[in-house]
């Protein structure tokens, strides 16, 4: 198993452009997230899904929009990027089972590191 | 609301040191998990443990161990015979009802080992 890539692992943009930061896991995880960690920072939720078809809004979605298809993939979309939006990207996956919820542990793919100039 | 509280911005210690790492948390939530992950210098976040409110048994990994207790709302981590390897920065997190099972981070502690 790969468990969560991401691609690309590092991007530069100018302001304004658009990209899509790609996320694919094979754990058949119902679960996937999309966070930004800021330099020196914790990380902080930007979109979630429970399943295919099913995404909502986390701490900060705004400047990002997210679609889920399939299990498998949850790709976040920047448009009209900004500067502020510089930072590190890390897309997780978890498998809520019995437990309800969100309560297993998340994996995390190794990151992309965005620079917006 | 949710809060998770790592008050230790960085610590600082000689290898084969013992460290604590504190973990303070805030839930109206009966039913709560809580987790530390680790992110070395590469970047990646490990995952380390999930505890389950209702198990309030310490938990010993080698040379790591956690202290959940629920009457301070609190969740530890200490490394005992600390390596140059442990460096890295500590995130707890938390879900529960509250936080639609979202996790809910700290802000991380970042530990360094020196030789």
């Known amino acids: 198993n790969a468990g969560v890539t991401q691609t690309p692992k590092f991007r530069i943009l100018k302001i304004g452009q658009s990209m899509t930061l790609q996320c694919t896991q094979d754990m058949n995880h119902n679960y996937m997230y999309w966070y930004r960690q800021d330099p020196g920072m914790g990380l902080k939720l930007i979109y979630y899904?429970?399943?295919?078809?099913?995404?909502d809004k986390g701490e900060v979605p705004n400047g990002y929009n997210v679609s889920r298809s399939t299990t498998e993939d949850f790709p976040l979309r920047l448009e009209l990027a900004a500067p502020s939006q510089t930072s590190v990207y890390f897309c997780?996956?978890?498998?809520?089972?019995?437990?309800?919820?969100?309560?297993?542990?998340?994996?995390f793919g190794p990151g992309t590191r965005l620079t917006v100039l | 609301a949710q809060k998770v509280t790592q008050a230790q911005t960085e610590i600082s210690v000689v290898e084969k040191e013992d460290v604590t790492l504190d973990c303070v948390y805030e839930t109206r939530d009966t039913t709560y998990y809580l987790f530390w992950y680790k992110q070395p210098p590469s970047g990646e976040l490990v995952f380390l443990i999930r505890r389950n409110s209702f198990d309030e048994q310490n938990e010993i990994s080698g040379r790591y161990s956690w202290n959940f207790q629920k009457s301070t709302s609190s969740f530890n981590f200490t490394i005992t015979a600390s390596q140059v390897v442990d460096s890295a920065v500590y995130f707890c997190a938390l879900s529960g009802t509250d936080s639609n099972y979202q996790l809910i981070w700290g802000a991380g502690t970042k530990l360094i080992i020196k030789p």
């Open positions: 997780a996956s978890s498998y809520s089972g019995t437990s309800g919820g969100a309560a297993g542990e998340q994996f």
């Open positions: 899904s429970v399943g295919a078809g099913i995404t």
